[in-house]
């Protein structure tokens, strides 16, 4: 595969820009040095406490993002399909709303990831439930709008009665995702979670190759569709279940990283899954690293920066795609 | 040998009943031709003998695990969706899907079989473009091609020559009993009735909610049936040059 060595690299070259970016001034060598040195060294707590998480969450993250884009898009078979689609990463905000504005959020470090993750698994059986055993990828994609609306719905009711401006505010800023001063224990929590979803969704590769031609072609050649759809949807879930939990919601991640190797797969969807899985690494890597940079004083969130990053890159991915149709 | 064989098989779409009890068998090295109005049922019966949808009664097919089934039968539907723009070789390829395991990559037998199947509808030229780009007719072609590749003994096809150019439409269903003589068989819907007439070997009637008439197409096409069935009339006539079958008029 000619492409995934690159991809490779440039995951593991962000890899190491990002332990070295941070407000601590410490050199390239130190900081790695420090970074396998045992002891109670500042330098190696700042590394292995605070840099090091980060830089693993951004990975795992990314790589959740870009593959479960790359399979919702293969499965529904449509370019502007994202992982948020079947409700998972409203779901799970709802979860940690409700974690910040009850307070359990204070009380124990987990209790928002946990929450979280309660409220993922909910938006999941309710996805499910709606879609029923035999349904389509119609069926899934109304599922998941109801899901996703009535938990925007209910996040925004939390918002509304919240009789703390504090609470609010936390909310609102959590909700923009971001990998700041997340510990160890994070990675050890979604890490779990994440390596049962990638084994899932990594398995879908040619259920999803062949239904390029479509659900029935695909069921006639040996493909169990409705094995493949519980694959995605609980590959989805732990994936996106967990990074939310952790991260909050980071968007245009999952949309736009499949659409840019796209290309450079020959559109195979089941190529495309691995790539995809690479390249959104890689693009969480980079946006963590330039929130860090572009405004170390003011605590630019991620989400926000994906966003305004992935709006236009997706506009300019559109407009080309008109001109290739006309 | 009958490579599938259906009996008392109806469906149902809510209410209404769209057959009942058809019933028939396909042997080895026949093109069977499934001929019928619009709404008669053709797709839908295709779909069930194939396991796609609930149904009554009983398919051979359709009663073998997905795996297998897929290893003695292709199936064509008549969307011609293609939905990435992936060359057409790879389109080709995933008919290899059905023989390949979990982790298997292709291998020389699997090219050589999409090979030949790209070389017997004429594609061999296009073969790197994305299949995306091509026109409806050649789309067409790749899914045919697409389905010769799975190699199976049994090919079922819901109306695969519909919008090809003259020559291909008859060059497939020449490529169909070219399949028939190496004693495979396909079962073909169609609306050319003419066609029909010269390159299958069996026609099957679909209409009134059951099986009408399954037999030679000289049988099968009494003015009688046309008449009641499609509402036309047609000139029959076995020449020099093979049988010719002209429709004439609208009857109603």
């Known amino acids: 595969m000619r492409l995934a060595l690159p991809l490779l690299v440039v995951v593991a070259g962000l890899f190491m820009v990002s332990l070295l970016t941070g407000p601590a001034e410490i050199g390239v060598g130190r900081s790695l040095a420090a970074l396998f040195a045992g002891g109670e060294d500042p330098v190696a707590l700042v590394m292995r406490e605070i840099r090091l998480p980060r830089a693993l969450l951004a990975v795992m993250i990314g790589a959740s993002l870009g593959l479960s ?56 059986l309710l996805v499910m ?36 401006p504090f ?15 997340r510990s160890m224990t994070h990675v050890w929590l979604a890490l779990p979670l994440m390596v ?131 | 040998m009958s490579l599938v064989s259906v009996s008392d098989l109806g469906v149902r779409l809510g209410a209404r009943a769209v057959f009942s009890d058809v019933t028939f068998e396909i042997g ?12 008669a049922g053709k797709t839908t019966l295709m779909r069930a003998v194939l396991g796609l949808l609930p149904f009554e009664g009983s398919s051979s097919l359709a009663a073998m695990p997905a795996a297998e089934r897929a290893r003695l039968a292709a199936w064509m539907p008549q969307a011609r969706e293609i939905a990435w723009p992936v060359s057409v070789e790879t389109v080709v390829m995933l008919g290899r899907v059905p023989h390949l395991g979990t982790l298997q990559r292709p291998g020389g037998e699997d090219r050589a079989r999409v090979a030949a199947a790209l070389e017997r509808m004429e594609l061999s030229e296009m073969r790197a473009r994305p299949a995306t780009q091509l026109s409806g007719g050649e789309q067409a072609r790749v899914l045919i091609a697409r389905a010769l590749a799975q190699d199976t003994p049994l090919l079922i096809a819901d109306e695969p020559i519909a919008g090809l150019d003259p020559a291909h439409q008859i060059s497939t269903m020449q490529s169909f009993a070219a399949l028939a003589e190496a004693g495979k068989s396909v079962l073909v819907s169609m609306h050319d009735l003419g066609l029909a007439v010269r390159h299958c070997t069996r026609l099957v009637l679909l209409g009134e909610g059951r099986l009408i008439a399954d037999g030679p197409p000289g049988e099968v096409l009494t003015p009688a049936r046309l008449a009641r069935v499609f509402g036309i009339s047609a000139w029959y006539q076995v020449t020099e040059e093979g049988p010719v079958y002209q429709p004439l008029d609208v009857l109603r």
């Open chain 1, 129 to 164: 439930a709606l879609a029923g055993p035999r349904g389509t990828s119609l069926t899934l994609i109304l599922g998941g709008i109801a899901v996703s609306s009535l938990a925007g719905a209910l996040t925004a009711l939390v918002l509304n009665l919240s009789p703390n």
């Open chain 2, 28 to 39: 080895a090295g026949e093109v069977v031709g499934l001929i019928g109005p619009n709404g």
């Open chain 1, 69 to 124: 884009g790359a399979a919702m898009q293969g499965y529904l078979r449509n370019p502007l399909a994202e992982p948020g689609l079947i409700g998972v990463s409203g779901s799970a905000a709802l979860g940690a709303v409700l974690a910040i504005q009850t307070g359990l959020a204070a009380t124990f470090a987990l209790g928002l990831p946990l929450a979280a993750l309660a409220g993922a698994l909910g938006g999941v």
């Open chain 1, 167 to 181: 609470a609010a505010s936390e909310i609102v800023f959590w909700m923009m995702g971001s990998l700041a001063d």
């Open chain 1, 196 to 326: 049962v979803g990638f084994g899932l969704l990594a398995g879908l590769g040619r259920g999803l190759d062949a239904l390029t031609l479509g659900e029935d072609a695909a069921q006639a050649m040996g493909i169990d569709m409705g094995r493949l759809r519980l694959m995605l949807v609980i590959g989805t879930a732990c994936v996106v279940g967990a990074g939310t939990a952790v991260a909050g919601a980071i968007g245009f991640v999952g949309l736009v990283v499949p659409h840019l190797l796209r290309p450079l797969v020959g559109a195979h969807p089941g190529r495309l899954l691995w790539a995809s899985a690479l390249g959104g690494a890689a693009m969480v890597l980079l946006a963590d690293i330039a929130v860090r940079v572009i405004l170390p004083e003011r605590d630019l969130k991620l989400g926000v920066l994906t966003a305004l990053v992935g709006a236009p890159l997706f506009l300019h991915l559109i407009l080309r795609l008109r001109r290739e149709r006309i």
